[in-house]
């Protein structure tokens, strides 16, 4: 199963990406990297 962003949602999850990456350098891909592991998550185990 394949999952996608509607435009609104991803352009959110940019401007987050680049707010926590302001905060502290790193700290963006961090967060795209655990959003992107729950997204999998989900989807692996959708009745979980």
Partial sequence: MNFDFRPEAEAEFLEAIAYYEERA??????????????????LAY???
């Fill in 25 to 42: 350098p790193g700290l963006g891909l961090d967060f795209s990297t655990e959003v992107r592991a729950a997204i999998q998550r989900i």
């Fill in 46 to 48: 959708p009745l979980a």
